[in-house]
């Protein structure tokens, strides 16, 4: 027996174990929720320019791309998944610490890197780690990660107000705070013991395209957001729309989506991963047809919504797809893979989001629907090819 199954920290109380994952996903997205609005702030506080701030910010982007399939592959090699979330943890916590005393931009663009290819690659792990509790019938995925949800929520309206307060210094200094709140979290956390070698649950050629396939169209529903992360908040604010309400807008579509994840199991039970995946991508169609036509803000509170569709559904149908189609001596390696296929689509698409807006503005929104049915369409092609595509009709082996 392994040292968790010698303490009882293996064998933990259902409730028990669903608040130390709920902690896990709570406080891993503190940082993040300080990270993405606001470390623009503290850049410009150390004197950069727009040219310099594109530079860092495209560093998390490159360096996450590298170390996650990397990180994946060596958490199913070393057969303890928890021990490498906490180390992961810590490194990301250390590499935070030496960027609060940094101001030269080779050190930052350093720095930053270490500590994504640390910090971004954990939370594919984290998934995994789940995935393996849910396929156990030990946890529930979509009552774990809901908590992510909130927690980024809450940071993005506390951080606003702390930086607000305390200055851009302080924002390097509330990651810091936040992530190590996570390394806390990770300890709470049992080992799971390693996953003994099993043959693929895919069995044949068609099977195994229909997988490959239908992570590919859950990589496209998500990039279809592009448009929207990078220009919705420039054009609300030029047609008039006040900042509060902007971020009103934002929090009713993260909102959504931590229902979506709450309560998704049945969904997912209903049309099974490649049914919510296609669902997704053709709320993705509507969401951003409509948004292409610059809705009055009674219509854009509504699409918002749609985010639990176009976000949420997608992201628990492809946790899901991987659980199903990959063994578990194999699943972070699984969950990574997927990870990293809808980031690579979802930095293409960012790329592209630049010259299309420049050219189009508001009717950039139509690369989104473009991606949408291309998605929904890959999912619905994937799932002929599955012998198995439907849900388990909510089975405590899947995550939800």
Excluded at 284 to 301: C, E, Q, T
């Amino acid at each position: 027996m392994d040292e968790a199954g010698e303490n009882g920290q293996a064998h933990l109380p259902p409730r028990a174990l669903a608040l130390r994952l709920g902690a896990a996903y709570g406080t891993f997205f503190i940082a993040l929720g300080i990270f993405q609005p606001y470390l623009p702030l503290w850049l410009q506080a150390r004197g950069m320019g727009p040219e310099a701030m594109g530079l860092v910010l495209a560093v998390p982007m490159l360096s996450r791309l590298a170390a996650t399939p990397l990180l994946g592959l060596l958490s199913d090699r070393l057969g303890r998944p928890r021990a490498l979330l906490t180390l992961l943890g810590m490194v990301t916590v250390a590499a935070m610490v030496l960027l609060a005393f940094t101001s030269s931009l080779p050190a930052i663009l350093l720095i930053l890197g270490a500590m994504s290819a640390a910090w971004f690659p954990g939370f594919s792990l984290l998934d995994s780690y789940t995935s393996r509790l849910a396929r156990a019938g030990r946890a529930e995925y979509g009552r774990a990660r809901q908590w992510g949800s909130a927690s980024f929520l809450a940071a993005n309206l506390a951080g606003g107000v702390i930086v607000g307060a305390l200055g851009a210094d302080s924002v390097v200094l509330l990651m810091i705070a936040g992530h190590a709140s996570y390394v806390l979290a990770t300890f709470a956390l049992p080992e799971l013991p390693r996953a003994e070698p099993m043959p693929s649950p895919l069995t044949g050629r068609r099977a195994r395209l229909g997988f490959l396939a239908g992570i590919v169209a859950a990589g496209l529903v998500q990039a279809s957001h592009a448009v929207l992360y990078l220009f919705a908040t420039v054009h609300w604010r030029s047609e008039g729309i006040s900042l509060t309400v902007i971020g009103v807008l934002w929090a009713v579509g993260v909102a959504a989506e931590m229902v979506l994840f709450r309560f998704g199991r049945p969904l997912l039970g209903r049309f099974g991963a490649y049914g919510m995946i296609a669902l997704g991508g053709a709320a993705a169609v509507v969401r951003f047809a409509v948004m292409a036509s610059d809705p009055p803000l009674a219509v854009l509170l509504p699409l918002q919504m749609l985010h639990a569709l176009t976000f949420a559904a997608t992201y628990l149908a492809m946790v899901d797809l991987v659980t199903r189609g990959v063994s578990e001596h194999r699943s972070g390696t699984g969950q990574t893979t997927a990870a990293w296929t809808s980031s690579l689509m979802s930095s293409a698409a960012n790329v592209a989001a630049g010259p299309l807006w420049a050219v189009f503005g508001p009717m950039a929104f139509l690369a989104g629907c473009a991606l949408g049915l291309a998605g929904a369409g890959v999912a619905l092609a994937a799932a002929r090819l599955q012998p198995q595509s439907r849900g388990s009709g909510g089975e405590t082996t899947a995550p939800s």
